[in-house]
């Protein structure tokens, strides 16, 4: 029966004193990765293709009022408009976290 390489018995020799996390990374803080888009790129016809995140405006329209959201959720969970209720609600205090604005359908 052959010896395979992944049984066979190898000495690891440890050398602690040259381990560390400052000889792997060689850096001592984490760097920011940018996300904002500083430059615009623009189509054939003069619209930007990408937007940055911080001159975006987001507004989201609810389907109904908050209230019913709220009932909506409490319902049976085999019906789907309890899972689009609890949906719903999540984007609410997505919005409320970011800032977005928030539309009423009966304001």
Do not use: C, H
Not at 20 to 26: F, Q, Y
Not at 32 to 46: A, L, R, S
Not at 47 to 59: M, N
Not at 91 to 107: D, E, Q, R, T, V
């Amino acid at each position: 029966m052959p010896i395979f390489p992944e049984r066979e018995s190898t000495k690891i020799e440890e050398r602690p004193e040259e381990v560390s996390p400052l000889t792997i990374e060689r850096k001592e803080v984490v760097t920011p990765v940018p996300t904002q888009f500083t430059k615009q790129i623009k189509d054939d016809k003069g619209k930007p293709l990408i937007s940055s995140p911080a001159t975006s405006k987001v507004s989201i329209q609810l389907p109904v009022n908050p209230a019913q959201l709220i009932t909506q959720s409490k319902g049976s969970v085999s019906d789907s408009i309890t899972w689009l209720a609890t949906f719903w609600l999540r984007m609410i205090k997505k919005a409320l976290y970011f800032g977005w604005k928030i539309l009423n359908p009966n304001s």
